[in-house]
C-alpha cells in the first residue's frame, strides 16, 4: 500500500509538472505579480516537479526528491493565495480557500518519504 501512495505522489506531480508546459497560460496567471518573469518561473517550477516526481522512484534520491517537494510546496503557495484572492479560473472561491490548508496535507505526505 505505500508503495501505491509513493507511486501515486510520482505520479501527480510528473503530471502536474507536464501541464506546465502544455497549458502555461493559466499557470503562469496564477503568478503574483511581484514575481519577475512568470515565463521562466512557470518553466522552472513545472521542471523541478516532474524531476522531483521522477526522483521519488528511485530510492537512492527519493529523501531529496521529498525534500524538494517540501520546499517547492513552501515556494509555490504565495501562487495560490494569489489564485484565492484574484484569479478564480472559474473555480468556486470556497474550494481555493479549501486548497489553501491542503497545501499542510500535500507537505506532510512528502514528508512520508523524507
Known amino acids: 500500500m505505500d508503495e501505491a501512495f509513493l507511486y501515486a505522489m510520482a505520479i501527480f506531480y510528473m503530471t502536474t509538472g507536464i501541464m506546465h508546459f502544455v497549458r ?3 499557470f503562469v496567471s496564477i503568478i503574483p505579480p511581484f514575481i519577475p518573469v512568470p515565463k521562466l518561473v512557470n518553466k522552472l517550477v513545472g521542471g523541478l516537479e516532474v524531476g522531483l516526481g521522477f526522483g521519488l522512484i528511485f530510492e537512492p534520491i527519493r529523501t531529496v526528491a521529498a525534500y524538494g517537494i517540501i520546499l ?7 501562487a495560490n493565495l494569489y489564485m484565492y484572492q484574484r484569479k478564480h479560473l472559474g ?4 474550494l481555493l ?5 491542503m497545501q499542510l496535507l500535500l507537505i506532510g505526505w512528502a514528508y512520508l518519504y523524507t
Open 24 to 26: 502555461p497560460a493559466m
Open 72 to 78: 517547492l510546496l513552501i515556494a509555490v503557495f504565495p
Open 91 to 94: 473555480i468556486p472561491k470556497w
Open 97 to 101: 480557500l479549501i486548497r489553501l490548508p
